[in-house]
């Protein structure tokens, strides 16, 4: 019986060290290095990268050599792992310094929704060290994965040395440790041209005391469709503590896109790798005021005070310019200088101190960017909102905050976190320092953007006030470079459009030449404000203030898609290659000059620690991912296009035709995620999201976008038949996406999306209910109806609530949200009111009495639900239904607010006028009543309901008719009157 089977029947748990490649038997694998490139002691800016050295005595061949010849922060990390909660684990590491006496961290860091670290400190010597802590994992909710880091202690090292780590373990306190085999795949190297030749090599190594023999499978797969594309099992033999490559089959790489590397097999620790294959993408001349192009958000890394004493670039696992390089190969023309660490135009960094400008981190940029022929688009004048953090860049030059105007009053479109925090430096030395930078530049950046997302805290006035003072200092300094100014976001729910109408109002439009636009609000084709009539609403005011044709530049929308997750949380951050493409072809086809849509940040795969929740710094070497491989192919097949005509099919499909260099290329998605709709393409030359050649044919039209050319098609047969494009449907009847239960009854709307009647039977599973009996329906072609649904509750087996739908000889499972609604009579009581409402005849009519002695005065600035006030919600077609977005009002949907000691008391919201109301208070000795007649068309039913607000006793009070939760955005939480 050997070892492993001796353990085995011990009642003890077996802990195998979670850390792979610990020994670093299989070299660097594993393991990434990040450094902070300080000028001061390493001017030409040198990554000395990670070496393999001698290993620790007792342990194996190899140890990690981390040089640091400049006395550079740096920062190793782990290939990530997991731990259980309330579970005592120990770390050990070797650790030695060629000259010894700087100090280290070692830590095991867990980033979720809450950063942890279990560190401690170490001063290094010229021999070798055991170093061990033991910590205690929280009990806690999370997602359990933590990684190995090891840093510098300082930002600002004093001893320019070499340090050595061996044997990193983590053991399990009162289990048996045992070890595992670490195998990986490797490729020799992460970016290919497709044609080229992949060389991939198995690893592995054995750090346990007994033989190994088994076969390990190696696969290749692609990550974004998940076929497996290669796959080979290996037969692997081991001694005990011996390490070994095997050379696999030299693979040709035929098809774009990124891949995974993997190994599996029975008890192994393995790494999974990557590699990308790309079309090769040769730079033209651009003008990027006129040629569509691919670009990013992002920059230099650069820090420096107070972030840091001595300035830095941040890099990862790689020197710095091949970032830039990689940028360049997939196609990239353009970064604007933003989120990417301290601009090369900001004020701080070319003015830190007063009249002495210094440009030698923005010429280190602008040589770089010359280089790998990308055009900065820098963010200029920007730092209204003054330093609140020690790790945040510093905004106004030290010597400008105390010379600035620090606004008291802030202006209602002020975010929150900036209330009290805005400074207006003085605008004579202001437009020097936008001069003397743009004159610095001259002739060498042809667009500015003056400011970002001012919108969030600055005042009209102070705006156009300091967008005059850019204006006069750009036109002096280089008359032939262009402005872009307002930077409108939607982002935080801000409403842009009055904060817009009020700069137009005082001349604002005048100091530009183009608009830019965050439109985080209208971020697909599906969503609530769709993409396309977001752009169009803003060209639309352009209009409105006698600038029809203004052009207008998408410069930022981190967050492609509507997600029900944390606002700025990683997996806000997530997104996926046809995401991307979804929001490019739309800026394209949409008009707007350019879409620098992303962070350079969400390019890169995350490899060590993809579930490490800081969305921006969770890769820490540059490997392309897929959505790197979409733009490149985006770069090679639209760069510099056209939009021909713009085709909208039912059933969400959406066709751009495009001309780029004389020829037509065309753009085919599904943006409403129905499943089942097919399109017949055989007429067509096909490629998939990547670029690949797909054969023609009958095809789903998913969220991928297919490329279509005309092949042996002349120009106006192209368009015809994507005109004409014929879709069928798998389901030709879909449901709303709520249904709402009152009392013993479902309803739930069903909609037609064909062009045929459709007949069928519906019923319902799950969700604790079930139907007394099933529903026979005939609805017409297009045609949509609520249906009522008799149900009854049984125990719930935790399985959710959907439709059942048998159409067409097919079975069908609709995945359904289940609302419960109140049913209100109407007669009603509340804790502090009562009411009868009726409708009828054209009319709403509603009678109230309130019980409020306690008067909170007039409104004043406060919104009228911050007040004393009767909030009222309305929805004359509660059992309208739509598939996506059902809980958003309606034209049908709307709402008042009755402030009794208001000398105006009637407020509306929605497709009502309160001057088409009629409304009657009368103040009476406990509170108020009042009646109000409300001119409405209504059926059967009426969503309805009422909130009470009481501002004027010690403790704001609010009582609510019915059960419903944020009724202000949730019409189908409104409780039911029939």
């Known amino acids: ?29 594993g393991f990434a290095l990040e450094r902070e490139l300080r000028p001061a002691t390493n001017p030409s800016l040198k990554f000395t990268p990670l070496k393999l050295a001698a290993g620790a005595p007792g342990a194996g061949k190899h140890s990690l050599m981390i040089e640091n010849p400049y006395a550079e922060f740096f920062g190793l990390f782990s290939r990530e792992f997991k731990l259980k909660p309330s579970t005592t684990y120990r770390f050990t590491a070797k650790v030695k310094a060629e000259k010894g006496g700087e100090t280290v961290r070692l830590s095991v860091y867990k980033v979720d929704d809450k950063w942890l670290a279990y560190s401690r400190t170490f001063k290094t010597s010229g021999e070798w060290q055991n170093f061990n802590f033991t910590f205690t994992t929280e009990k806690r909710e999370g997602n359990g994965w933590h990684h190995v880091q090891v840093s510098s202690i300082s930002h600002e090292g004093k001893i320019a040395d070499a340090f050595y780590f061996d044997d990193f373990k983590i053991e399990e306190l009162g289990a048996i440790s045992s070890a595992s085999v670490n195998a990986t795949a490797a490729p020799d190297k992460t970016l290919y041209l497709r044609g080229e030749a992949a060389k991939l090599n198995l690893k592995v190594f054995n750090p346990s005391d007994a033989a190994f023999a088994q076969n390990i499978t190696v696969s290749v797969t692609d990550e974004y469709t998940g076929k497996v594309m290669y796959s080979k099992s290996v037969p692997v033999k081991l001694a005990p503590g011996e390490a070994k490559t095997v050379a696999l089959d030299s693979q040709k790489l035929d098809r774009f896109g990124c891949f995974s590397l993997k190994v599996d097999g029975k008890g192994l620790n393995t790494f999974t790798q990557y590699f990308s294959v790309i079309g090769k993408y040769e730079a033209k001349p651009v003008d990027i005021t006129k040629d569509f192009v691919v670009g990013f958000n992002g920059g230099l890394g650069y820090r420096m005070y107070p972030q840091v004493k001595s300035p830095v670039y941040t890099v990862r696992n790689s020197q710095l310019e091949d970032r830039f390089d990689l940028y360049a190969k997939i196609g990239c023309r353009i970064l604007r200088d933003h989120d990417g660490g301290v601009r090369g135009v900001n004020w701080p960094a070319v003015e830190w101190e007063r009249g002495k400008f210094d440009f030698s981190h923005l010429d280190r940029q602008m040589a770089l960017y010359a280089k790998y022929n990308i055009t900065l688009f820098p963010v200029i004048g920007d730092g209204f909102i003054e330093n609140t953090k020690h790790w ?17 009053d802030d202006p209602p479109n002020c975010m929150a976190g900036a209330r009290g925090h805005i400074l207006l430096p003085p605008k004579d030395l202001y437009r020097n320092y936008i001069y003397q930078t743009v004159k610095h530049l001259k002739g060498r950046v042809p667009v500015y953007e003056i400011t970002n997302e001012p919108n969030l805290y600055l005042s009209q006035e102070a705006y156009v006030a300091y967008l005059k003072e850019a204006n006069a200092a750009i036109r002096s300094a280089d008359p032939a470079a262009k402005i872009a100014g307002f930077c409108l976001t939607s982002d935080y729910g801000a409403v842009s459009a009055p904060w817009m109408d009020k700069c137009a ?53 981190y967050y492609l898609i509507d997600q029900q997750v944390k606002h700025d949380s990683h997996e806000e951050s997530l997104i996926r290659p046809h995401h991307a493409v979804w929001r490019f072809l739309v800026d394209l086809g949409e008009g707007v000059v350019q879409s620098i849509s992303i962070h350079e940040n969400q390019i890169w795969k995350r490899i060590l620690t993809p579930n490490l929740w800081h969305g921006g710094q969770n890769f820490h070497q540059l490997v392309l991912s897929e959505n790197a491989v979409a733009y490149n192919t985006m770069a090679r097949l639209f760069e510099g296009a056209k939009l021909v005509k713009k085709i909208r099919h039912s059933n969400g499909v959406i066709c751009y035709v495009f001309r780029k260099d004389g020829k037509l290329i065309a753009a085919v998605w599904q943006y409403q995620k129905k499943k089942g709709v097919h399109a017949d393409l055989s007429a067509f030359e096909l490629m998939d999201i990547f670029g690949n050649e797909e054969k023609a044919g009958d095809k789903v039209i998913g969220l991928a976008p297919f490329y279509l050319r005309p092949g042996k098609l002349s120009d106006a047969e192209f368009i015809a038949k994507l005109e004409k494009l014929p879709i069928r449907l798998e389901q030709a009847v879909s449901a709303g996406e709520i249904a709402r239960k009152v009392g013993n009854t479902l309803y739930v709307m069903l909609h037609n999306d064909s062009d045929a009647e459709q007949t069928g039977v519906a019923g319902i599973t799950g969700g ?193 008719l019915g059960s419903g939760k944020e009724l202000h955005n949730h019409r189908c939480n409104f409780s039911i009157v029939k």
């Open 1 to 29: 019986m050997n070892k492993t089977s001796i353990l085995l029947l011990l009642p003890f748990a077996l802990a195998a060290n979670p850390v792979f490649n610990g020994s670093f038997e299989l070299g660097m694998d």
């Open 392 to 408: 945040a860049n510093q905004r106004w030059p030290l010597w400008v905050v105390p010379l600035s105007e620090r606004v008291k």
């Open 505 to 557: 109002q005082l001349g604002g439009l005048d100091y530009v030449d183009a608009v830019g636009f965050h439109p985080y609000a209208g971020r697909e084709l599906g969503s609530l404000r769709p993409a396309d009539k977001y752009i169009a609403d803003l060209r639309a005011e352009m209009k409105k203030y006698g600038k029809p044709g203004m052009p207008l530049w998408n410069t930022e929308i």
């Open 768 to 960: 604790g209910l079930t139907a007394l009996k099933p529903l026979k329906f005939t609805l017409p072609a297009r045609a949509k109806q609520s249906f009522e649904i008799p149900v009854k509750e049984i125990k719930n087996d935790g399985k959710p609530l959907e439709l059942m739908l048998h159409l067409n000889k097919n079975m069908f499972r609709i995945p359904l949200k289940l609302v419960e609604n109140t049913l209100v009579s109407r007669a009603f009581k509340m804790a502090n009111a009562e009411g009868k409402i009726a409708f009828g005849n054209r009319e709403i009519k509603l009678e109230m009495s309130v019980k409020d002695a306690t008067d909170a005065g007039a409104s004043g600035k406060r919104a009228p639900w911050q007040t004393d006030c009767t909030e009222l919600f309305f929805d004359l077609a509660p059992f309208v239904i739509p598939p996506t977005h059902a809980h958003a009002y309606t034209p049908e949907t709307f709402r008042l607010f009755i402030t009794p000691r208001d000398a105006v008391k009637l407020h509306t919201m929605g497709a009502i006028k309160a001057s088409d109301c009629k409304l009657d208070v009368k103040q009476t000795a406990d509170g108020y009543s009042f009646t109000v007649a409300i001119p409405a068309k209504t059926g059967s039913a009426l969503g309805f309901d009422v909130k009470i607000d009481d501002a004027g006793g010690a403790k704001f009070g609010e009582t609510q």
